[in-house]
Structures are given as structure tokens and as C-alpha cells.
């Protein structure tokens, strides 16, 4: 077999590894979904649910928290950067114009 024909191979395996696996979280995730929609409020797959997005919702305040964090510092050194050059920062960008669809 040709090098060519084996890394073809080797990456058609590699694909399908990856995709089965993909298949395999969905399935697991929907019949989590679904034993959660079924069961009582104090069944455990509910928990779960519950317990996942409760941590999910909790993680992206995090998130959000720290971003908001790195643009205030950002805009601290740049506003510092034209102080020592003698200069005003000028302000932020309006980033409403231009943006012509709704969400």
C-alpha cells in the first residue's frame, strides 16, 4: 500500500473514530434529556440536568465576568499608553452603527 492510501486511511479512521464519538455524547445527552422531562422533580437524571445547567449558567457569568475584566484593563493601558505619549484617548467606538440586522 502507498504512504498516500496509508495516511488516507489513517484519516478516514481518525474521522469516523470522531464521529462515532460525537454520536455517542448526542445519544447519551437526549436520553439524559429525556429521563429528565419524564422523571419527578426529585429524580436523579433531573438533578443532573438541573445540576449541569445550573453550572453551565454559573460558568458563563464567570466567563463574562472576566472578559469584562481584560476590556476594562485593555482599555486602561491604551488610555495610559496615549497619556505618555501627551495625547487624550480618544473614546470608545460606537459599535452600533453599521450593524443593520436584529438578533
Known sequence: MSESKKSRTAGAGSLLRKAVGTVATGVVGVLVVRAAERGESGSLPRKAAVGATK????????????????????GDVRAQAYADLGEQAPPPADRSAGHDHSH
Not at 61 to 70: F, S, Y
Open 55 to 74: 453550572l453551565g449558567i454559573l460558568g458563563a457569568r464567570r466567563a463574562e465576568t472576566a472578559v469584562e475584566k481584560t476590556r476594562l484593563a485593555a
